[in-house]
C-alpha cells in the first residue's frame, strides 16, 4: 500500500512537472527545479535555512536564498541536509 501511495504521488508530481515544462516559460523551469532540489541548513544557534548551496569548501558554504546570496562559515553549520525533498522520496521507498 505504501508502495501504491508513493507511486501515485511520484506520478502526479512527475505529470505535473512535465504539463508544466511543456506549457510555462523558461523562467518557471527553473523556479519548479529549485523547489525540487531544496538543500537545509541547521545552524548551531537554532535556526534552520532552506535555500540552495551554491559551493562549499572546507571553511565556507555560499548559500542562496530567495532573499539573496550569502556566505556562511562552515563552523556555523551543524547539519547540512542537501536535497531534502528527493531525499525523503527515497526514504518513503
Not at 29 to 35: A, D, P, S
Not at 75 to 85: F, H, K, M, T, Y
Request: proline share 2%.
Amino acid at each position: 500500500m505504501k508502495k501504491f501511495l508513493l507511486g501515485l504521488i511520484v506520478g502526479i508530481f512527475l505529470a505535473s512537472y512535465i504539463y508544466l515544462f511543456l506549457n510555462i516559460g523558461p523562467q518557471f523551469h527553473v523556479t519548479l527545479g529549485h523547489l525540487l532540489d531544496k538543500d537545509t541548513l541547521y545552524l548551531k544557534d537554532g535556526s534552520v535555512l532552506q535555500g540552495w548551496i551554491i559551493k562549499k569548501d572546507s571553511r565556507n558554504i555560499w548559500f542562496a536564498q530567495e532573499k539573496g546570496y550569502f556566505t556562511l562559515p562552515l563552523s556555523q553549520c551543524e547539519i547540512i541536509q542537501e536535497n531534502a525533498l528527493l531525499q525523503y522520496i527515497w526514504e518513503l521507498i
